[in-house]
Nanobody, 120 residues
Framework: QVRLVESGGGLVQPGGSLRLSCTTADEIYTTYSMAWYRQAPGKQRELVASITGGISTDYADSVKGRFTISGDMYKNKVFLQMNSLKAEDTAVYYC??????????????WGQGTQVTVSS
């Protein structure tokens, strides 16, 4: 089992910034992609940003130009820099790795989530 740990969430005013981090101490053979999802109360979980091969990135339209995903596939770390935050960005943010780990087939591994609240 690969346990992902997120950090960096919190309360921020509209227009502010936060940087989320996600990493694991468990062994991984290969990480194919990493991503951030979020889930607001009463809404479905949605993809925020993803990074594949450490280079190719993709973003939800709602965060383009404001959020930046970066990651290190070899160190198994992924970050989400969030600028110009809006109230509608309030959600629990989850990181996920598409990876192959010892003793198990390739799978999507998820963190427990970190709360981001944007409010004045």
């Amino acid at each position: 089992q690969v346990r992902l740990v997120e950090s960096g969430g919190g309360l921020v005013q509209p227009g502010g910034s936060l940087r989320l981090s996600c990493t694991t101490a468990d062994e991984i053979y290969t990480t194919y992609s990493m991503a951030w999802y979020r889930q607001a109360p009463g809404k479905q979980r949605e993809l925020v940003a993803s990074i594949t091969g450490g280079i190719s990135t993709d973003y939800a339209d709602s965060v383009k130009g404001r959020f930046t995903i970066s990651g290190d596939m070899y160190k198994n770390k992924v970050f989400l820099q969030m600028n110009s935050l809006k109230a509608e960005d309030t959600a629990v943010y989850y990181c996920t790795f598409d990876a192959w780990a010892p003793g198990q087939p390739r799978a999507d591994f998820w963190g427990q989530g970190t709360q981001v609240t944007v409010s004045s």
